[in-house]
């Protein structure tokens, strides 16, 4: 199994629409691609910054083949969609994990 993991440094300006517009376009945007299983979406809880909050999206595959897949196909323009709303109020770091058995 493959986590891929974006954090999300929100602007509390624009966190309530950030949330808003996560649940209901970009994540079903991400999920509807058929490449993840599974997903969830976190808020941190203890954020160094009183001005920002933290959010991790996760997306689990079954294998970095499907992962490959959604990085060549889809990532980019999902990528510019986020980028292009809300530029440098929503900062956005990828990792990519696998589970250990």
């Excluded at 949330?19 to 954020?47: C, Y």
């Excluded at 992962?67 to 770091?93: H, M, N």
Aim: hydrophobic share 40%; net charge negative.
């Amino acid at each position: 199994m493959i986590l891929y993991n974006i954090t999300f440094t929100v602007s509390n300006e624009i966190e309530e629409d950030f949330v808003q517009w996560m649940k209901g376009t970009h994540i079903p945007d991400i999920f509807a691609t058929g490449l993840f299983i599974e997903h969830k979406f976190f808020r941190l809880l203890n954020s160094p910054d009183d001005n920002v909050t933290n959010y991790s999206v996760q997306f689990f595959a079954e294998n970095t083949k499907k992962l490959i897949e959604y990085e060549s196909r889809f990532a980019t323009p999902l990528r510019y969609e986020t980028q292009a709303r809300y530029g440098e109020k929503a900062l956005a770091f990828r990792t990519l994990m696998e589970s250990v058995d």
